[in-house]
T-cell receptor, first 113, second 113 residues
């Protein structure tokens, strides 16, 4: 299995609080992605990174920010969590040969009350 | 991106081959066929991909018809742990930043003892 970990694995937080999810890889892959998965919506891209300090928005980026100061870490921050951000969040990585060959982390289940 | 069509569900007996079909009749010449699966409560898992030749790896085989309008993922000896939702995705393979994966509904494979 690709070396991808996510932390925390589960979190319950209150509306309005900031939350940071961490994705850590040991594969030295260039590309990293944050997705959310919700029933009826499938997998949706939030943000992605194509190198250290190089990030861009995905299709559902409102309310989220990201940072990548090191190759191995990609952080997703919810500045002020809302109930609509209750979801399962997956991090993925890919190398340079084929960016659709992505490897996913185990996911973080976030509940905003 | 070309649209894919998969049956909603199928089952097979443990130890037998599972053949999962996918139709992609509008596929373009430079689009690859990718297969992923998602076991309940886990992150999506890359299985295999191909362009026009049949491909095999330690997990599965991918058979693409000569006209490339359909493909079949073959799990040669299905086990209970192969019970999952399987996604067929058609995308242009590139290393660009817009390499988000979009999963449709997929096909639910149930392996019975």
């Amino acid at each position: 299995d690709a070396g991808i970990t996510q932390s925390p694995r589960h979190k319950v937080t209150e509306t309005g609080t900031p939350v940071t999810l961490r994705c850590h890889q040991t594969e030295n892959h260039r590309y990293m992605y944050w997705y959310r998965q919700d029933p009826g919506h499938g997998l949706r891209l939030i943000h992605y990174s194509y190198g250290v300090k190089d990030t861009d928005k995905g299709e559902v980026s409102d309310g989220y920010s990201v940072s990548r100061s090191k190759t191995e870490d990609f952080l997703l921050t919810l500045e002020s969590a809302t109930s609509s951000q209750t979801s399962v969040y997956f991090c993925a990585i890919s190398g340079t040969v084929s960016s659709y060959e992505q490897y996913f982390g185990p996911g973080t289940r976030l509940t905003v009350t | 991106d070309a649209k894919t069509t998969q049956p909603t569900s199928m089952d097979c007996a443990e130890g037998r081959a599972a053949n999962l079909p996918c139709n992609h009749s509008t596929i373009s010449g430079n689009e690859y066929v990718y297969w992923y699966r998602q076991i309940h409560s886990q992150g999506p898992q890359y299985i295999i991909h191909g362009l026009k030749n049949n491909e095999t790896n330690e997990m599965a085989s991918l058979i693409i018809t000569e006209d490339r309008k359909s493909s079949t993922l073959i799990l040669p000896h299905a086990t209970l742990r192969d019970t999952a939702v399987y996604y067929c995705i058609v995308r242009v393979s590139d290393t660009g930043a817009n390499s988000k994966l979009t999963f449709g509904k997929g096909i639910t494979l149930s392996v019975r003892p």
